[in-house]
């Protein structure tokens, strides 16, 4: 028989985390696009977590995002001010202050970030014109990622949470914000990660894992094809501090990783 689930973090409801959480007020909306993989099959998805830590937050599955209604009506609300998390040579350096909060005006910011695989956030922004021509962002990551379970492609990315920990943290530097609990994001990507880790450790578990997870130290590096495309992408000026990236798995890629930039997520 199935365990009953917690349909606000889809965890089972004996290690629902909704209890510990703290939903953030914040000026800034967060939108995260997330892939239909992501959201069907990610049971460890860092960005249902983010979601349910900001106050103003929500969730959209997709991949074309250009005929979604609440989408567009955010992405043309006059009132609003809409970008796109995601690292390239345009997109605005949050960390150096590209953003002020006079620039602002009345306008509230709204951050739409994407959710998915490398490869499922390249298709997501392909087939969405209207989120490539939205102004872009991104910030310099005060860290490395954190992420033990997965492994991300490349240096510079982040699962979706680190990348809204790390936006977080730019935006309240330069005044665009105030991050409230700036450990609670991470606090919640340890504990998620130490129970896995757990679990793939216990050989009297049932599960989909058999074999406990290897150290980031002792894992190959990620080659071959893709690998050089993500290499290319993130490539900067000397002058220039490497962008950070996300999808989620999200500026990073997401979910994978986040273009959350798209990460892991």
């Not at 959480?21 to 239909?36: G, S």
Request: net charge positive.
């Amino acid at each position: 028989m199935s365990r009953e689930t917690c349909y606000r973090c889809f965890w089972p409801k004996p290690l629902c985390w909704c209890p510990s959480i703290t939903p953030m007020e914040t000026r800034t909306r967060f939108v995260f696009l997330m892939h239909p993989k992501e959201f069907k099959q990610e049971k460890a998805a860092t960005g249902r977590l983010t979601h349910l830590c900001l106050k103003h937050s929500e969730i959209h599955m997709g991949v074309s995002f250009d005929e979604h209604e609440e989408v567009q009506a955010l992405i043309h609300d006059p009132c609003n001010l809409a970008v796109l998390l995601y690292p390239g040579e345009h997109a605005r350096n949050l960390s150096n202050g590209d953003l002020r909060a006079d620039e602002l005006g009345r306008s509230t910011l709204v951050v739409f970030l994407l959710d998915a695989t490398w490869a499922c956030a390249r298709k997501m922004l392909r087939l969405s014109p209207s989120l490539q021509s939205l102004p872009r962002i991104m910030f310099t990551p005060s860290a490395p990622s954190r992420y033990v379970i997965k492994q991300q492609p490349q240096d510079g990315c982040l699962s979706t949470l680190e990348a809204t920990h790390e936006l977080l943290l730019a935006m309240d530097h330069s005044g665009l914000d105030h991050y409230e609990l700036p450990e609670q994001l991470l606090g919640l990507f340890a504990r998620m990660q130490d129970f896995q880790i757990k679990c793939a450790s216990d050989p009297a578990r049932a599960g989909y894992r058999r074999h406990a997870y290897s150290m980031p130290a002792q894992r190959a590096a990620p080659h071959g094809r893709s690998g050089d495309r993500r290499s290319r992408f993130f490539r900067t000026s000397e002058n220039q501090p490497k962008p950070s990236s996300s999808t989620s798995n999200t500026s990073v890629e997401p979910g994978g990783i986040a273009p959350g930039y798209p990460a892991a997520p």
